[in-house]
């Protein structure tokens, strides 16, 4: 069992930016978890935003958030990070953290939500001015 918290979230002025935290407990990330980030904005269905392999050398972005979003992790911590710089409003919603288990492929990760394991409970981000 993996345990998946989420911090980080709070209220920006557009143009502005901030870190969010996926604090895992119960078991390493670093034996096989890639983690994901995926957020829900009010009244549309989550999206992928971001994926890092369990050895951090594959990353993956969405279209929309790529050049101004950065996602990183520390193993050692059990903490994957994700920067958002330059937000705007349209970056509002819920933010999630998923862990989806690849077994021994330590260089891949992908966006699928339905392959994710473990699932936070979500961090809000309000992009507004």
């Known amino acids: 069992q993996v345990q998946l918290v989420e911090s980080g979230g709070e209220l920006v002025q557009p143009g502005g930016s901030l870190r969010l935290s996926c604090t895992a407990s119960?078991?390493?990330?670093?034996?096989?978890?890639?983690i994901g980030w995926f957020r829900q904005a009010p009244g549309k269905e989550r999206e992928g935003v971001s994926c890092i392999s369990v050895d951090g050398a594959k990353t993956v972005y969405a279209d929309s958030v790529r050049g101004r979003f950065a996602i990183s992790r520390d193993n050692a911590k059990n903490v994957v990070y994700l920067q958002m710089d330059s937000l705007k409003p349209e970056d509002t919603g819920v933010y999630y953290c998923?862990?989806?288990?690849?077994?021994?492929?330590?260089?891949?990760?992908?966006?699928?939500?339905?392959?994710?394991?473990?699932w936070g409970q979500g961090t809000q981000v309000t992009v507004s001015s």
């Open positions: 119960g078991r390493s990330l670093e034996t096989y978890y890639a």
């Open positions: 998923a862990a989806d288990n690849w077994g021994p492929v330590q260089n891949q990760c992908n966006m699928r939500q339905d392959l994710a394991d473990y």
